[in-house]
């Protein structure tokens, strides 16, 4: 059998490392998003044992007071949002590692290991 085309097995080298280059980038933010999530969760699970009917609320490097109810409304969009997005990148991270597994395993073909 000849040596497989250089160029075929550069090409797929390449495909191999942007994937994982993705892959990487995907596990970072849905890592940074699963702490946003317990954050939100941690902050809603605080929030239902005060007393008060207003709260400050984080605003950048201010503090602006708002009702509670509302300020636990908004925490509850929050979480929603964020394990949709989490979702995404779920699936986003599962076609990735497929994608690798595939083209590790033409690149054995190719190469005849």
Same mark, same amino acid.
């Given at each position: 059998?000849s040596?497989?085309?250089?160029?075929?097995? @550069?090409e797929?080298?390449?495909?191999?490392?942007n994937?994982?280059s993705?892959?990487?980038? +995907?596990?970072?933010?849905? +890592?940074q998003?699963?702490?946003?999530? @317990?954050?939100?969760?941690?902050?809603?699970?605080?929030?239902?044992?005060?007393?008060?009917?207003?709260?400050?609320r984080?605003?950048?490097?201010?503090?602006?007071?708002?009702? @509670?109810?509302?300020?636990?409304?908004?925490?509850?969009?929050?979480?929603?949002?964020?394990?949709?997005?989490?979702?995404?990148?779920?699936?986003?991270?599962?076609?990735?590692?497929?994608?690798?597994?595939?083209?590790?395993?033409?690149?054995?073909?190719?190469?005849?290991?």
């Open positions: 059998m040596a497989p085309p250089q160029d075929i097995v @550069k797929m080298s390449n495909s191999l490392r994937t994982r993705q892959l990487d980038m +995907t596990v970072v933010q849905l +890592t998003l699963q702490r946003q999530k @317990k954050i939100a969760e941690l902050t809603d699970d605080e929030l239902g044992n005060y007393q008060n009917e207003k709260v400050w984080s605003c950048g490097r201010m503090f602006i007071n708002q009702d @509670k109810q509302a300020y636990t409304v908004d925490l509850h969009r929050d979480e929603k949002e964020l394990e949709e997005q989490i979702k995404a990148l779920e699936q986003k991270r599962h076609y990735l590692e497929i994608t690798m597994e595939n083209t590790v395993e033409s690149l054995r073909r190719v190469l005849g290991n």
